[in-house]
T-cell receptor, first 114, second 113 residues
Framework: KQEVTQIPAALSVPEGENLVLNCSFT??????LQWFRQDPGKGLTSLLL?????REQTSGRLNASLDKSSGRSTLYIAASQPGDSATYLC?????????????FGSGTRLSIRP | DAGVTQSPTHLIKTRGQQVTLRCSPK?????VSWYQQALGQGPQFIFQ???????QRGNFPDRFSGHQFPNYSSELNVNALLLGDSALYLC????????????FGQGTRLTVV
């Protein structure tokens, strides 16, 4: 059974810092790894998608990497801003399923202090 | 493209009642999955529909059922509501074939009192 773990559960840093969010999964049999952002009480916004043949993706100040051999993914946020405050969820799509079946971690709640 | 749309946005029901939530997938997507997200937790997979049939199911009781229509839109039904069913219910859509990303709606907040 695929399980996704995110560390830390919560993180508070001052504005301007670079930070790393960690995600680990128990089964390397995934073909997509997505990072999502969720604001309080809201739905999910997809940030980055790393497909099985890829090792990393970048979008603006965000960079996500995937190491299937170790079962780990990291989300790097550069020059953090108060608007980055949200919960960040890591999720994997198991082989044999369509892309909308996703196994989620419980998230990292990020707070950026002005 | 309106993306994935869900209705209603908020709902309050009494214990024991039944509820129906609705989802319209992103244009071009034929697969819909439903998730339950309790406060402070990651979303949990309920089930997935394509070709108007339930294809995969997570660890949820039979009180949770669904339907997919020919236009790929979907409904989630929950019978005999319990207080513990209070959660944010999310719908995701994707093409059935292809390693693309999933798109999520904004969710329906269900409160059972």
């Amino acid at each position: 059974k695929q399980e996704v773990t995110q560390i830390p559960a919560a993180l508070s840093v001052p504005e301007g810092e670079n930070l790393v969010l960690n995600c680990s999964f128990t089964d390397s049999a995934i073909y997509n790894l997505q990072w999502f952002r969720q604001d309080p009480g809201k739905g999910l916004t997809s940030l980055l998608l790393i497909q099985s043949s890829q090792r990393e993706q970048t979008s603006g100040r965000l960079n996500a990497s995937l190491d299937k051999s170790s079962g780990r993914s990291t989300l790097y946020i550069a020059a953090s801003q108060p608007g980055d405050s949200a919960t960040y969820l890591c999720a994997g799509s198991p082989w044999g399923s369509s892309a909308s079946k996703i196994i989620f971690g419980s998230g990292t709640r990020l707070s950026i202090r002005p | 493209d309106a993306g994935v749309t869900q209705s209603p946005t908020h709902l309050i029901k009494t214990r024991g009642q039944q509820v129906t939530l609705r989802c319209s997938p992103k244009s071009g997507h034929d697969t819909v999955s439903w998730y339950q997200q309790a406060l402070g937790q990651g979303p949990q997979f309920i089930f997935q529909y394509y070709e108007e049939e339930e294809r995969q199911r997570g660890n949820f009781p039979d009180r949770f059922s669904g339907h997919q229509f020919p236009n790929y839109s979907s409904e989630l039904n929950v019978n005999a509501l319990l207080l513990g069913d209070s959660a944010l219910y999310l719908c995701a859509s994707s093409p059935r074939i292809g390693f693309t990303e999933a798109f999520f709606g904004q969710g329906t907040r269900l409160t059972v009192v």
